[in-house]
């Protein structure tokens, strides 16, 4: 059984900032890419950003700059640390995770998912 378990979403004010953790209970964790991902109402689920299994990095347009992606394998978790939120990031945010070296895939391209963190951001 693959358990990826996201924590750490909640309400905030524009500006603030927020620290996305996930859990994965898989052994060989340190050998996946992990991305994270988010959907919005109505809105299509779109790759916020993702670090490969050698610590590589990619960023959406929207967030490079504001938020930053980063792993402890010895923690078997995964981090989104979201800086300057805005009410635009509003969204469920999910954890996933795929084997494999390219990591700017659409959510199809990853096999493993969490059930998600709210992450709501009031103006």
């Known amino acids: 059984q693959v358990q990826l378990v996201e924590s750490g979403g909640g309400l905030v004010q524009a500006g603030d900032s927020l620290r996305l953790s996930c859990a994965d209970s898989?052994?060989?964790?340190?050998?996946?890419?992990m991305g994270w991902f988010r959907q919005a109402p109505g809105k299509e689920r779109e790759l916020v950003a993702a670090i490969s299994n050698g610590f590589s990095t990619y960023y959406a347009d929207s967030v490079k700059g504001r938020f930053t992606i980063s792993r402890d394998n010895a923690k078997n978790t995964v981090y989104l640390q979201m800086n300057s939120l805005k009410p635009e990031d509003t969204a469920v945010y999910y954890c996933?995770?795929?084997?494999?070296?390219?990591?700017?895939?659409?959510?199809?391209?990853?096999?493993?998912w969490g059930q998600g963190t709210q992450v709501t951001v009031s103006s």
């Open positions: 898989r052994r060989t964790f340190s050998n996946y890419a």
């Open positions: 996933a995770g795929r084997s494999g070296p390219v990591i700017a895939v659409p959510s199809i391209g990853y096999p493993y």
